[in-house]
């Protein structure tokens, strides 16, 4: 009697153990656990970074649009100079970058 009582605490201990085991090394390591959250958690910041960078290229294409949409004669100018290389006789032209 003693010795099946002793079996079944022993079970009941050696399945808490296994338990908080799994659940341990779940919580650390798997495929929700904290490693997997950090690096999530970094993709996350990249990714807010990109949009950000992206959102004022497209704010300042909107304002090259609406330059050009409005037909100012100076930002036409500079696009004329720079993309087509465009200058007069007596002008020189140096590119710096």
């Known amino acids: ?9 022993k ?20 495929e929700r656990g904290l490693i997997s959250y950090f690096e999530k958690k970094k993709i996350q910041n990249q990714l807010i970074k ?7 290229e ?10 050009i949409t409005n037909n100012n004669i100076d930002f036409l100018d500079i ?5 087509l290389k465009y200058g007069t006789k007596d002008e020189i032209i140096i590119k710096i970058k």
């Not at 009697?1 to 605490?9: D, G």
């Not at 050696?14 to 908080?20: A, E, S, V």
């Open 1 to 9: 009697m003693r010795l099946i009582e002793s079996l079944k605490k």
């Open 11 to 30: 079970k009941i201990i050696l399945i808490n153990i296994f338990l908080t085991l799994y659940v341990g090394t779940n919580l650390i390591g798997g």
């Open 50 to 56: 990109k949009e950000k960078k992206l959102n004022q």
């Open 58 to 67: 497209v704010v300042n294409l909107k304002k090259q649009i609406d330059l």
């Open 79 to 83: 696009l004329l100079r720079e993309k």
